[in-house]
């Protein structure tokens, strides 16, 4: 059975940091993409950040770049999202999300195993 458990939302205020972390159980996750997606109450599910197998590609929503670095550790089955420079409109439900591919995806339904998100709010 494949498990996505996600970690470190909470609420910070704006211009603040926060790292979320997604441990990947019952897949071989060093084979396949991760990605980050949000969403935002009353608003459609959104691509926030993705990565390759290995790690060696990334890619960002225009929204988040230059803020936001995705990164994973294969050794230890886990994907990061580190979020910088927090805007209020950043806060959102934030998933993690597993691709039965190596190479990245940007669409929500590429994706077959999703964790149960945690939440980011961002005060102003």
């Known amino acids: 059975q494949v498990q996505l458990v996600e970690s470190g939302g909470g609420l910070v205020q704006a211009g603040g940091s926060l790292r979320l972390s997604c441990v990947v159980s019952g897949r071989t996750f060093s084979r396949y993409a991760m990605g980050w997606f949000r969403q935002a109450p009353g608003k459609e599910r959104e691509f926030v950040a993705a990565?390759?197998?290995?790690?060696?590609?990334?890619n960002y929503a225009d929204s988040v770049k230059g803020r936001f670095t995705i990164s994973r550790d294969n050794a230890k089955n886990t994907v990061y999202l580190q979020m910088n420079s927090l805007k209020p409109e950043d806060t959102a439900i934030y998933y993690c999300?597993?691709?039965?591919?190596?190479?990245?995806?940007?669409?929500?339904?590429?994706?077959?195993?999703w964790g149960q998100g945690t939440q980011v709010t961002v005060s102003s």
């Open positions: 990565i390759n197998w290995s790690g060696g590609t990334t």
């Open positions: 999300a597993s691709v039965p591919y190596g190479s990245i995806r940007f669409s929500p339904l590429s994706y077959d195993y």
